[in-house]
């Protein structure tokens, strides 16, 4: 996008906040530890969670938690099933809480494999929430091949 089409969206979305276009998790949370962007057909809510706005006039609610991956872990350098380190926004207390657990990096992106994150776990998808859940990962991986995620934390621990 070029500098004159950026300055009149600035302008337009300063007269007019109702139209500003939210693109990223700092868009709507400020205090979001690891910026991404927010995949097209989906909206992020602090109070009702990732709803997807794929169809006109019927918004559905996907997830009542925005979880946000950020980071991706390996215990050495040849370790072939990377993890997640998730954080979950706490809209009671208005802050992001790291979740005490990694994730299997492919957990999250399949319906069947989503709901294994429930167990033992701070984030939880009912049954109708799947499905939803995981096109929304699938995206959001998608959207956010960034840097910081395609080079993994090595941590050293191994077996």
């Given amino acids: 996008m070029n500098d004159l089409v950026e300055k009149v969206i600035a302008e337009v979305e300063q007269e007019h906040p109702e139209l500003k276009v939210v693109k990223s998790y700092k868009d709507v949370l400020p205090s979001t530890p690891v910026d991404l962007i927010i995949p097209q057909g ?9 709803i997807d706005i794929t169809i006109p006039d019927r918004p559905k609610v996907i997830s009542d938690a925005i979880v946000l991956p950020t980071a991706k872990v390996k215990d050495t350098e040849n370790d072939d099933k990377p993890k997640l380190r998730l954080q979950t926004w706490n809209h009671s207390r ?4 790291k ?18 994150i429930n167990s033992g776990m701070v984030i939880a998808f009912s049954e109708d929430q799947k499905a939803g859940a995981a096109k929304f990962f699938h995206a959001l991986w998608s959207e956010n091949n960034k840097p910081e995620f395609r080079k993994p934390i090595i941590t050293g621990h191994c077996c």
């Fill in 42 to 50: 989906y909206r992020i809510d602090p109070s009702e969670g990732i």
């Fill in 94 to 97: 208005g802050q992001w809480e």
């Fill in 99 to 116: 979740n005490p657990f990694l994730v299997n990096f492919g957990m999250i992106s399949t319906t069947k494999e989503i709901g294994q």
